[in-house]
């Protein structure tokens, strides 16, 4: 729960509950300090919270790619050198709940398709694995960054810039 006595914070405490309850996925955006995580975690996860399951939380930054995407979509033994068993991902870890991707700006250019593919359809494949593997996860990232400028700059793709 989010207690904000301040004024200005009052339309964000609003659109927190109109949205929170809905099966929208989220983009959180603002200046380093200011509370991303903070809104994020008062986020009502709706009716998307599992008890088995639930949520998860997952910061690219500072991440190689190879580990970040083991990170969000796991990856099967012997897929690389220190893959000596299957490991299940962010992705699957929060099915059926809510997965928080913090400082989504920094996802890597290349990885950027397979972040969408999985948003737009719920569809992907662990690292090493040709196996196609559905979610049903509830979106909320946050990121310091400026989206428009990022995809103007190519350091992000357009489709991938889409929010709720």
């Known amino acids: 729960m989010l207690i904000a006595e301040a004024p200005s914070m009052r339309p964000v ?9 809905s099966e929208a996925n989220v983009l959180i955006t603002g200046e380093n300090g200011t509370g991303k995580g903070t809104v994020a975690q008062a986020h009502p996860r709706g009716l998307r919270t599992r008890p088995a399951k639930g949520s998860s939380r997952s910061t690219p930054a500072g991440l ?5 995407e083991s990170e969000l979509f796991g990856h099967v033994k012997g897929a690389f050198t220190d893959a000596k068993t ?8 929060a099915d059926g709940g809510t997965l928080f991707l913090d400082e989504i700006a ?5 990885l950027q398709p397979k972040l969408l593919r999985v948003l737009e359809t719920g ?9 196609t593997r559905h979610v049903n996860v509830r979106i909320v990232s946050a990121t310091n960054a400026n989206l428009g400028e990022e ?5 992000f793709r357009p489709g991938s810039a889409r929010s709720a």
């Open 86 to 93: 299957d490991r299940v991902g962010r992705f699957e870890l």
């Open 13 to 21: 405490l609003e659109l927190i509950s109109r949205v929170g309850p």
């Open 151 to 155: 995809v103007a700059g190519g350091r």
């Open 123 to 131: 569809d992907f494949e662990r690292v090493g694995s040709s196996r």
């Open 64 to 68: 190689s790619e190879g580990v970040f």
């Open 106 to 110: 920094n996802v890597p250019m290349n």
